[in-house]
């Protein structure tokens, strides 16, 4: 077995939202309602711009504007990209390049959001190429997302190994051909290194 490349996914993967996510958005709401309600609703009005068909603050605004929120459009959006990035995980991705893999990250997310990962957190930097869900059309776990990715990096499906911490979107990739495993940030940078070590990949 040769893996020649390795797509991570984002969020659970290398990053998690911030310790005070939830607080923030408390504030925002403004009252004493039901925050998980609210948040459903935050989440709904993404859906459609994870593919790009639809423009995620102005769904956010009209969310906010239906629950009476205290917080305005700009506090919303701050809260939305309060990212927690793990620096030991992009330590290993950093190293992983300087070995001579290559790393791609795959995310579904919406396009305020995912400009953010890639300019302000450095995203485009870090890896090879970034391949957002709002960019492609395709949403994980779709095989459309990984044959499409596989088509743009120009690798056999047999020399992938990508790391997501859903099961659904490894079982897709793999019915695909890739090599996949379940990774989780919470699981820690030995886990990390215990996956990759599996592919022969030595990242220390």
């Known amino acids: 077995m040769h893996i020649d490349a ?3 996914d984002a969020d659970g993967v290398i ?3 911030s310790e005070t996510w939830r607080k ?3 504030g925002i709401l403004g009252s004493i309602r039901n925050l998980d309600e609210f948040l459903a609703d935050v989440f ?3 859906m459609p711009s994870l593919e790009g068909q639809s423009n995620f603050p102005e769904a956010l605004s009209n969310v906010l504007a239906d629950w009476e929120c205290h917080g305005t459009l700009q506090d919303a959006l701050d809260a939305w990209t309060m990212i927690e990035v793990d620096p030991r995980i992009t330590g290993s991705v950093r190293t992983l390049r300087r070995i001579g893999k290559a790393c791609y990250l795959v995310t579904d997310q919406e396009p ?3 400009r953010y990962m890639s300019e302000t957190l450095g995203y485009r930097d870090l890896f090879d190429r970034e391949f957002y869900s709002c960019q492609t059309g395709v949403m994980k776990p779709a095989a459309g997302c990984f044959r499409n990715i596989l088509n743009e990096i120009k690798v056999q499906p047999s020399q992938v190994l990508f790391l997501d911490d859903h099961q659904m979107n490894v079982e897709s990739a793999q019915e695909v051909g890739l090599h996949a495993a379940v990774f ?3 699981a820690g940078i030995d886990e990390l290194h215990r996956i990759l070590g599996e592919f022969g ?3 220390t």
Request: aromatic residues 14%; proline residues 5%.
């Open 112 to 114: 305020y959001r995912a």
């Open 184 to 186: 989780t940030v919470e």
């Open 6 to 8: 390795i797509l991570f």
């Open 24 to 26: 923030t958005w408390e």
């Open 15 to 17: 990053q998690r939202p």
């Open 44 to 46: 709904a009005a993404e």
């Open 201 to 203: 990949i030595h990242a």
